[in-house]
């Protein structure tokens, strides 16, 4: 038993001192905060001034068009007491024909709309990727994480990334 024990001991101290080497050189860790990259960056900027000026017309008329639906149905409300059964059930297939409309274009919209934003944040987020494997390159990180619980200041290359983002080409 003390035979084993002692070469158990043994193994470990020579497991020790096999890795002391390894554990002597200091892992290099960064971390990129991708929600400040998709808010503050200049791209990030430029793209949501792009999908305003894309989505901003069709915005304007959905608008419209609900503006129009409401004052249709409070005209609707105003004269149903005075219209015949006849007019009153043509009048509520217009109002829920034009509201079914407006439903089906705003879903359109927003899916759209949804579309471009994931297409902008990708493109933002690959050009981003490219940055950070360049750093990490440069300056020898071992390992870069974008998801973290904590971070220290120390580790945070977020400003470096976004510099290199913003700098003019």
């Given at each position: 038993m003390k035979l084993f024990l002692n070469a158990a001991i043994a193994a470990a101290l020579a497991l020790a001192a096999a890795l002391a080497p390894a554990s002597a050189q200091e892992l290099k860790i960064g971390y990129v905060n991708a929600e400040r990259i998709l808010r503050e960056s200049a791209p990030a900027k430029?793209?949501?001034?792009?999908?305003?000026?894309e989505f901003s017309k069709r915005d304007?008329?959905?608008?419209?068009?609900?503006?129009?639906?409401?004052?249709?149905a409070a005209s609707f409300e105003k004269d149903a007491p005075v219209l015949?059964?006849?007019?009153?059930?043509?009048?509520?297939?217009e109002l829920a024909e034009l509201d079914r409309d407006l439903q089906r274009r705003q879903r359109e919209f927003r899916e759209d709309l949804n579309q471009r934003q994931n297409e902008e944040r990708l493109a933002l987020l690959e050009k981003a990727q490219r940055i950070v494997r360049q750093i990490a390159e440069q300056e020898k990180y071992d390992l870069?994480?974008?998801?973290?619980?904590?971070?220290?200041?120390?580790?945070?290359?977020?400003?470096?990334?976004?510099?290199?983002?913003?700098?003019?080409?």
């Open positions: 430029a793209a949501s001034q792009r999908l305003e000026a304007r008329e959905l608008q419209e068009l609900g503006t129009k639906l409401k004052a249709a015949s059964e006849a007019d009153r059930a043509r009048r509520q297939r870069i994480v974008t998801d973290a619980a904590y971070v220290s200041p120390r580790a945070d290359i977020t400003e470096k990334v976004l510099r290199a983002l913003n700098a003019p080409k």
